[in-house]
């Protein structure tokens, strides 16, 4: 028992001492729950995190690359193809909390995003039938976002604490204004595009809140996965100071 638990503590020592750190140096660790902390650190990692982080197998947040998403919108179905999304490594972040024996931990930011890309629409609107494609841009300003997020502690097989994710879910307003841009809408009725983007530009809420589910769900989706991999490269005690706090 005793050489067991004297095993035991040399192990920590050396995940504590004897490896060189994991985290990058732009990740300033916070006791829990210190809202104050972990704001700051949140707004000094986001250039860095939304760069990627390809040693620890983390991929680029901004830009964010989207093969394809198919779409259905009024009667079309819309698909994005090869699209880029800039802007979130400028986010200005709003809020971060945690309630860690709770396991919850939640982050509040706004920023404005655009969207490039080639884009296929086929179906019909304003009752033209339309097959299209060309190049989208779709730029929202000030678009918010709040993710709360269920944690959890693991450890993991050389006896490392690591946060996962267990679930987490969102809410987002489109913000100020959202501009759409589709050349090519119309090739031989230019009327017609310059009606259609009049109408997409005047409801662009309408439209957004219509149209911007499954774009928001692919990129808060794939935003999360980004934190889970980071969170499985850094151990936990290099991110949180101070012991675990219980699970209430
Ligand atoms: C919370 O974090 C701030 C900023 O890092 C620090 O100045 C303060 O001492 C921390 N408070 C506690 C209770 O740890
Ligand atoms: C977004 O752009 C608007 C208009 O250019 C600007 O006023 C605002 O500060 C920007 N927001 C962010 C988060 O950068
Ligand atoms: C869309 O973009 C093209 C090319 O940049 C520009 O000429 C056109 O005026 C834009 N249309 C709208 C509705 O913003």
């Not at 919108?73 to 860690?100: H, P, Q, T, Y």
Request: charged fraction near 20%.
């Amino acid at each position: 028992m005793h050489w067991y638990l004297t095993f035991f503590s040399l192990a920590g020592f050396f995940v504590e001492y004897g490896f060189t750190r994991l985290t990058p140096e732009f990740i300033h660790p916070c006791t829990v729950d210190n809202r104050t902390c972990l704001i700051q650190s949140t707004i000094y990692a986001i250039p860095y995190f939304t760069k990627g982080m390809p040693e620890l197998g983390v991929p680029p947040l901004d830009p964010f690359y989207i093969e394809r998403l198919t779409i259905p919108l009024a009667g079309m179905k819309i698909s994005f193809l090869k699209g880029n999304v800039f802007g979130f490594r400028k986010s200005v972040i709003d809020n971060v909390e945690s309630n860690f024996a709770r396991r919850k931990f939640a982050i509040e930011l706004h920023s404005n995003v655009t969207l490039n890309g080639g884009y296929e629409a086929t179906g019909k609107i304003l009752n033209f039938p339309i097959n299209q494609e060309g190049e989208a841009k779709i730029k929202i300003t000030n678009f918010k976002m709040i993710v709360m997020m269920n944690l959890d502690i693991m450890t993991d097989d050389k006896g490392v604490n690591h946060l996962f994710i267990k679930n987490y879910k969102y809410n987002v307003g489109y913000g100020d204004k959202v501009h759409y841009n589709f050349t090519n809408l119309f090739k031989s009725h230019p009327e017609l595009s310059r009606t259609l983007h009049q109408l997409l530009n005047e409801h662009w809420k309408l439209v957004a809140e219509e149209f911007g589910k499954p774009i928001v769900d692919y990129a808060t989706e794939l935003a999360v996965r980004t934190i889970e991999k980071f969170f499985l490269a850094v151990p936990y005690e290099e991110l949180i100071e101070g012991p675990i706090p219980s699970f209430k």
